[in-house]
């Protein structure tokens, strides 16, 4: 499973205590990234709610993210009792479908609305030190986009040969990457025209109109949220009931559906509660990415590679200084991040109804 398959060649180059790190930062991304999730199924639950209240009589409509993210919480307490991923073996299909539909539904929004030019070159209107925050924590969501560390050895695991599995990987990575950077700075460029200064983290949040087409691209995000919080999840419920089974005394003897069940619904409740007190999507996933992005799509790639290799002096020099430069880039995100977090936590108000 997931986390085993990225420790192992990190255990074997580097040593147990590499091994150790690289697991403790997998498990970081995997959990804040089911937390950022939550966050955006309740976002998109929030829409769909609304839009359905507006064409009611209702004389209150329950559309809080918080709300929505709590009933999220409570699908997965039922989808997380799925035994693995291979029960699941629908959900990448769903999931990769879904997030082409509602990022092209994003595109075709933005052009649509490009004509605003509401952007402007020099970006939102900010005092110095909270504009240079803001694109700190704008590095680490761009890090999060592009990072599949986590993914990479499983697909990689599935190649078959001829022809080489490198060259295969080579031209997924080429083709995959490249297409993904088209797309996303498409979207960016055309939804900050369209949006201007008010363009929100979750850009299909910022528009309303025409209503069927945000409604069909909310419903989308909520089909993928779905899957890809068991894809993120069931790792960190194999690992926790390995270690307890392991290494608490007393538990050998706990059925192991019962383990399963609580440990499971345990695990789905803290990220929930989490995410409704915490309900800053944006602020997370920069979090996700500038944590994980340095020692796991970074450092340790390189530092294999360099003991496995050993390349030219010229080529080890250029290496080190993208390892360099990678590690700038994650502590000034995580700074960002986290003075975001801090800001929007001061001025959140939590409410029971509205």
Known sequence: WHVSFETVPVYHFTGPGNAAVITLFQYLNLVLSSIGYTVAAGQ????????????TRFDHCYDQVWVMSLVFGVCQLFLSQMPSLESAWWSSIIGALMSFLYSTCALGLGASQAHHGL???TGRSAPPLEKALNVFNALGSIAFAYNFTGVLMEIQHTLHEPPQ??????????SGMGCSFVFYLAVSITGYLALGEN??????TGFSKPASVVTAANVMVLLHMLP?????????????????????????RVPPLLLRVVCRSLYVCMTTTVAIVMPF???????VGALVFWPAAVYFPVTMYLKLYRPKPKIRLLMQVMNVVAAMTSFVAVIGAAWNI????QEFTFSWLG
Do not use: W
């Open 342 to 345: 801090k800001m929007h936590m």
């Open 281 to 287: 999507f944006t602020d997370i996933i920069g979090l």
């Open 44 to 55: 998109s639950l929030r829409i769909l709610v609304g839009e359905v209240c507006s064409r």
């Open 165 to 174: 599995a490198v060259v295969n990987m080579r031209r997924a990575v080429n």
């Open 199 to 204: 363009v929100p983290g979750d850009i299909l």
């Open 228 to 252: 890809a919080y068991q894809v993120f999840s069931q790792p960190v419920f194999h690992g926790l009931e390995q270690f307890l089974t392991e290494h608490v005394p007393g538990t050998q």
């Open 119 to 121: 952007g402007t070159i």
